[in-house]
């Protein structure tokens, strides 16, 4: 196929998609690119720890999470061109209560979506999500190595009704080697 030039935006309401191709079964998979948005578009809305949030449509949710309690967002219902962005504003230093982001209605994340995980500190995994998952779960250490501390964020885009994309800034810190997470 020729190589295309653009002069000027290229525009797309549902995400743009890469496409490949299994060499030896002809097998056709689908990547959608870009999950982590552009924020110039949100507002901003500060919370405090709280057992149960619903975050809403299009905002950043600057979250001082610390897990000394249990904390389960529900997200906004998927639908074409909203994002939800978690901005994690705290450290775990004493507590290990999850925090759990479950879908609303019968919405999903897309299937294969990745997360980092370090369950027993310095060996890391990648949990990868399964068919019909509607909930990312992140468990602290009682530490101030966390993955997702000061600073990181959790994106959440949707480019398909009924669908999340997820994507993750955690902390690139050589100590932020604990923090378990995972899809269910």
């Known amino acids: 196929m ?26 056709i998979t689908t990547r959608t690119l870009g999950t982590k948005p552009d924020l110039t578009s949100l507002t901003a809305t500060v919370v405090a720890t709280n057992a149960t949030l619903t975050y809403a449509a299009n905002v950043i949710t600057v979250n001082d999470f610390d897990g000394d309690v249990a904390q389960a ?11 939800v ?4 504003s705290d450290d775990t230093p004493t ?24 369950a027993t500190g310095t060996v890391q995994t990648i949990d990868t999500s399964a068919a019909s998952e509607t909930i990312l779960t992140y468990t602290p250490a009682a ?29 690139t810190s050589n100590l932020s080697d604990t923090g378990a997470a995972v899809w269910s």
Not at 6 to 22: L, W, Y
Not at 73 to 83: C, E, K, S, Y
Not at 102 to 118: F, I, L, N, P, Q
């Open 143 to 171: 530490a101030t190595t966390n993955s997702l501390t000061h600073g990181c964020y959790l994106y959440f885009t949707c480019h398909e009704k009924g669908t999340w994309n997820f994507a993750y800034d955690l902390s």
């Open 95 to 118: 507590g290990t209560n999850t925090l759990k982001f479950t879908c609303a209605g019968s919405d999903v994340y897309r299937t294969g979506s990745k997360m980092e995980s370090r």
């Open 2 to 27: 020729a190589t295309t030039t653009f002069n000027g935006p290229v525009r797309s309401e549902k995400g743009f998609a890469q496409i490949n191709k299994a060499a030896s079964t002809g097998a």
């Open 85 to 88: 962005v978690h901005a994690q």
């Open 73 to 83: 967002v529900t997200l906004p219902a998927a639908t074409v061109g909203t994002i």
